[in-house]
């Protein structure tokens, strides 16, 4: 059953033989080396930042848990040069099912528009994510990643953090600029910083198995309520990577863990869903969630993303989702302070944007999870009444809540500049940028997303051209559309996304979300802006 | 104020008489489902969330106030 997928040695570091006043110094220690931490580690290396990242084990491995990676997500990935990669291994899908009792409710689709790079989701079990990121880690050479390397000590000082960590070999310390807690719901920095972490817990417990088989299901995701092999509860099954199939079972809340899990009671439940036992079990985990975040991401100079600073439950695929979406948030933000292009201020709106989007998400998360479990007769009647309702309306079928599945949140943030002139479309300031398909000049296709990666990692201002160039600002990349150098919008659809007229500019922020816009923008109003999305003003 | 309290039937003891009509017959039970099945749809016709939301609070009162009478009549 579960294995350890990749096994990593511990090396002996020089750091480890300095100490007193030869103590290493870094600008940004990553303490935790899973999706987000290694992810924020690639960004900042590839920004020019030099990053320790630490990590307390010494293998990836233990069951699929995070297996849904969102659109998002892989754009981000796409920066980081692994898009690709996970894609091609990964499973895609944008349509799921919802069935009650024996029929089906609807169906529904996540990404019915064509042009656009990637799929709506991939589903990918996170050890091959884990491993993908660690392979592009060791391209790096900024990036220092050293396993079983656990935190014991945290002092926060005047302008640094001093760090005391724990190896095979003994402790030795550490000082860094800024650390970046990425070590996961049950973080010891949080707890090293003093921070609360409280919310909401749920009685209900869920099982997840996840099973080899050949099967003929569709690559959907299929959740049922009430289905007549798991009667009165519901069920989830999703296909992964390498005939692996993920299935989740909402038990009794005063289920006994130890039995439940028992594959001899697991295989009979499971051979009743599936309609025959041929399956080989991967990876049993019973698990109850909570809902919570820290009351502040950020402490002095220790930052906390990922699980660390909130938790979800995982019906809607927010957990890795959202960890992701903080380190791109928070990377390009640190690197600008350490270059002291922004003021440390600047990591405020780090907070800001991403605590809203997790409050965001656990409401989501917290409304599925009280519609799958309802917590009381009424709550129950109500959701008896919707899904019957589904059957005949279409206001019933978007009552029905089987998760809702992470989309990018819009971030109402002071790093926005407000709108002045009339738009009828296109995303708004605080929102992130949806791809559209091009043309480059010799025909190929490019998609935005990868005109945008190309200019570099800085502000982008996308021009939608006039014919005549207009004056490029000082420092952004550009991407022009249209004129007689730019790419073309053959298909019509970039236009439409971004409800352009001859002269329509936006001005992008590094992760990709609109800082600005204009119908015809002034070198002084985008300087402005840029100004304003830099934290300068 | 959103919602509307003014008497907005011609008849208004037709619609009363709709309501309780379709209630009988039903045991506490079933009149519990179809209360709940006429809300959703209801409240998806009004599609206005303050709408909804200043007639839970009109409901609401209702029942407050029915509570606190009873506190005071057993006390």
């Known amino acids: 059953m579960a294995q350890a997928k990749t096994q990593f040695g511990y090396r002996r570091h020089p750091d480890q033989d300095h100490a007193g006043a030869n103590v290493a110094e870094y600008p940004v220690v990553v303490v935790g080396a899973g999706p987000v931490g290694l992810s924020l580690a690639i960004d900042l290396a590839q920004r020019g930042q030099g990053v320790v990242l630490l990590d307390d084990a010494d293998r990836i491995g233990e069951g699929s848990r995070a297996i849904c990676f969102s659109k998002r997500s892989l754009e981000f990935w796409d920066r980081l040069g692994v898009g690709q990669r996970m894609v091609d291994k990964g499973v895609v899908w944008s349509v799921g099912k919802i069935f009650h009792g024996n029929s089906q409710l609807y169906q529904f689709n996540l990404l019915p528009e064509q042009g656009h790079r990637r799929p709506a989701f991939i589903n990918l079990q996170q050890f091959y994510a884990e491993a993908y990121l660690v392979d592009r880690v060791e391209e790096l050479p900024a990036i220092d990643l050293r396993w079983r390397n656990k935190v014991v000590g945290l002092e926060q000082r005047n302008d640094d953090v001093a760090l005391t960590i724990a190896t095979p070999d003994g402790h030795y310390r550490l000082h860094a600029n800024f650390v970046v807690a990425c070590d996961g719901a049950r973080s010891s920095l949080r707890q090293m910083v003093g921070a609360e972490f409280v919310g909401q817990m749920f009685e209900d417990q869920f099982l997840i198995a996840d099973v080899r088989m050949a099967a003929e299901f569709p690559t959907e995701r299929w959740f049922w309520f009430d289905p007549p092999f798991h009667a009165g509860r519901s069920a989830l099954l999703h296909k992964q990577p390498d005939d692996i199939w993920r299935i989740d079972l909402q038990l009794n809340r005063y289920a006994d863990p130890a039995a439940e899990k028992l594959p001899e009671n697991v295989r009979p439940r499971l051979a009743r869903m599936l309609g025959h036992d041929k399956f080989d079990f991967e990876w049993i985990s019973l698990y109850k969630f909570q809902c919570r975040r820290m009351d502040r991401f950020i402490h002095g100079r220790v930052i906390f993303a990922g699980d660390a600073a909130h938790q979800v439950s995982p019906f809607g695929a927010r957990g890795a989702n959202s960890g992701l979406e903080d380190a791109e948030n928070l990377s390009w933000k640190l690197d600008r302070v350490l270059r002291r292009l922004s003021p440390q201020s600047l990591l405020e709106s780090y907070h800001a944007e991403r605590s809203a989007a997790a409050d965001e998400n656990i409401r989501e998360s917290t409304r599925s999870t009280d519609f799958m479990a309802p917590n009381s007769h009424q709550e129950a009647r109500l959701r008896k009444a919707v899904l019957s309702l589904a059957r005949e309306t279409e206001f019933g079928k978007r009552m029905v809540n089987a998760g809702r599945l992470s989309v990018p949140s819009v971030y109402e943030t002071p790093l926005s500049t407000a709108d002045g002139d009339a738009w009828a479309g296109g995303p708004r300031p605080g929102t992130s940028m949806p791809d559209a398909p091009l043309s480059a000049r010799l025909g190929d296709r490019v998609f935005l997303t990868e005109a945008f990666i190309r200019q570099g990692t800085g502000f982008t201002l996308l021009e939608f051209g006039n014919g005549a160039a207009t004056e490029a600002p000082k420092g952004p990349g550009v991407i022009r559309i249209g004129g007689e150098d730019g790419f073309r919008d053959t298909e019509g659809l970039a236009g439409a996304r971004y409800d352009a007229a001859p002269g329509t500019a936006y001005l992008l922020r590094p992760d990709g979300y609109v800082a600005a816009r204009f119908r015809h923008p002034t070198r002084a109003a985008v300087d402005a802006a840029l100004a304003r999305a830099s934290g300068l003003n | ?75």
């Not at chain 2, 509570?67 to 005071?72: A, E, F, M």
């Open chain 2, 1 to 75: 104020m959103a919602l509307s309290t003014s008497s907005n039937f011609t008849k208004p003891d037709d619609a009363f008489r709709a309501v309780v009509e379709a209630h009988r017959g039903l045991n506490d039970e079933q009149s519990a489902d179809l209360d709940a099945a006429l809300v959703l749809i209801l409240a998806n016709h009004i599609g206005d969330l303050d709408v909804l939301r200043e007639a839970i609070d009109l409901a609401k009162r209702r029942m407050i106030d029915a509570g606190q009478q009873q506190t005071q009549q057993q006390q």
